[in-house]
């Protein structure tokens, strides 16, 4: 166990829905990132907070948006579902001046 | 802006055999880099890092990681593969401009075999 929960850990939803990734981060970890990771395009930088604000933004659809609340923890949520947003959703903590991140297991989204 | 380049898809090596992932990074200024590895089903662990000092890192499994900036590289290691490191390899850099975000490469696939 990383220290970083992710739920659900499996997910099928239709198209057109919308669904919300939650992360619990390690404990003390101020910082939380999410990823994507599909077979064809790798492990893509979505967003990420600090302590409850926004600090950097990727590739992140307009139909996808994410916060973190004050006891840290921080839900993805995904809206409009396409049969392209079917991946690996991971949330990744760090800790005020780490260099490296700890990962969750990941969420397996599928869109049918 | 900072990246990484995995140039190998796909690695194989028999079991015994010593084994290199490559990576080659771009950054302007000192890089951070990373190495983690991704078993199926489960999130990516840390294996090691570069961040200043020697050029030759030790890691977690037995891997280590040479740091050549002369060639841009960060190349992992291992003397002798195991059949258990067969998993999905990801180099990282640090970006600079970013709040301690990384920035990945595209995975390397290794493959041990008995």
């Known amino acids: 166990d990383s220290g970083v929960t992710q739920t659900p850990k499996h997910l099928i939803t239709a198209t057109g829905q919308r669904v919300t990734l939650r992360c619990s981060p390690r404990s003390g970890d101020l910082s939380v990132y999410w990823y994507q990771q599909s077979l064809d395009q790798g492990l893509q930088f979505l967003i990420q907070y600090y302590n409850g604000e926004e600090r950097a933004k990727g590739n992140i659809l307009e139909r996808f948006s994410a916060q973190q609340f004050p006891d840290l923890h921080s839900e993805l949520n995904l809206s409009s579902l396409e049969l392209g947003d079917s991946a690996l959703y991971f949330c990744?903590?760090?800790?005020?001046?780490?260099?490296?991140?700890?990962f969750g297991s990941g969420t397996r989204l599928t869109v049918v | 802006a900072q990246s990484v380049a995995q140039p190998e898809d796909q690695v194989n090596v028999a079991e015994g055999n010593p084994l290199t992932v490559k990576c080659t990074y771009s950054?302007?200024?000192?890089?951070?880099l990373f190495w983690y590895v991704q078993y199926p089903n489960r999130g990516l662990q840390f294996l090691l890092k570069?961040?200043?000092?020697?050029?030759l890192v030790k890691g977690s499994y037995g891997f280590e990681a040479e740091f050549n900036k002369s060639q841009t590289s960060f190349h992992l290691k291992k003397p002798s593969a195991l059949v258990s490191d067969s998993a999905l390899y990801f180099c990282a850099v640090r970006d600079l401009g970013g709040y301690n975000k990384l920035i990945f490469g595209a995975g390397t696939r290794l493959a041990v075999h008995p």
């Open positions: 950054v302007s200024g000192n890089p951070y």
């Open positions: 990744a903590s760090s800790e005020v001046g780490d260099d490296g991140y700890t």
């Open positions: 570069y961040i200043t000092g020697d050029n």
